[in-house]
């Protein structure tokens, strides 16, 4: 199983960016479909954005679409997130995951990521 740590998070006010990354390690990154998942205070966890094994197709939850890019690195073991034009309801901890798969959407689904991050908090003011 690969481990995933998050970085990135922070306090923003309306309108701002982040750029929230997730550094794998502990197994062949390449090999992983990358996703980012959020849950806010009493809600479930949702789904916001993925990318293939390559980096060659990418998916998005509507809510961020043309706002939030989602990247990565194979050579750094790295995936990102790009947050631009942030709002309130953005605000979450943001969960990157992992998973051996090469489904792509509408076939994948969140129990196809089985590795996860610790989470890292954002939180944006209105």
């Known amino acids: 199983q690969v481990q995933l740590v998050e970085s990135g998070g922070g306090l923003v006010q309306a309108g701002g960016s982040l750029r929230l990354s997730c550094a794998a390690s502990?197994?062949?990154?390449?090999?992983?479909?990358m996703a980012w998942y959020r849950q806010a205070p009493g809600k479930e966890r949702e789904f916001v954005a993925s990318i293939t094994r390559t980096g060659t197709k990418t998916y998005y939850r509507d809510s961020v679409k043309g706002r939030f890019t989602i990247s990565r690195d194979n050579a750094k073991n790295t995936v990102y997130l790009q947050m631009n034009s942030l709002k309130p309801e953005d605000s979450a901890v943001y969960y990157c995951?992992?998973?051996?798969?090469?489904?792509?959407?509408?076939?994948?689904?969140?129990?196809?990521?089985?590795?996860w991050g610790q989470g890292t908090q954002v939180t944006v003011s209105s």
């Open positions: 995951a992992a998973g051996l798969t090469g489904s792509w959407y509408p076939d994948l689904i969140e129990p196809d990521f089985t590795s």
């Open positions: 502990g197994g062949t990154f390449s090999n992983y479909a």
